[in-house]
């Protein structure tokens, strides 16, 4: 599956994709980062933890959001977020995967 158009709307917070057979996902940005299926962030490297938790203060987190999106060949899409990660390689294949319609999620069980 491929993305025929990819669009950071900051706006909404969202990142949005239209896909080659015509579907189209909205990705919120947290929740994007929260996927983010880099080996730090699944924890496959161990579960050391890397940052702090001083629970949950929503008012002191910074803004969350990708400071750029480059893709990366033809198959996936890299994202630089604002908290200095940018090891997330999320290729379409993934992304299409945690697509958040209800059909998808549906789709997925
Ligand atoms: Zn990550
Ligand atoms: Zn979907």
Redesign the pocket.
């Given at each position: 599956m491929t993305p025929v158009k990819i669009k950071l709307e900051a706006g909404n917070d969202t990142l949005a994709i239209e896909w080659s057979d015509g579907h189209h996902s909205v990705y919120g940005y947290r929740e994007l980062r929260d996927r983010?299926p880099?080996s730090?962030?699944t924890g496959s490297e161990g579960t050391q933890a890397t940052e702090q938790t001083t629970g949950k203060l929503p008012m002191f987190q910074t803004a969350l959001r990708p400071l750029r999106a480059e893709l990366v060949g033809r198959y996936a899409l890299q994202i630089f977020w604002s908290d200095g990660?940018s090891?997330?390689i999320y290729s379409f294949d993934y992304l299409r995967s945690i697509c958040p319609c209800p059909e998808c999620s549906r789709a997925a069980g």
């Open positions: 983010c880099c730090t962030c990660h090891t997330g």
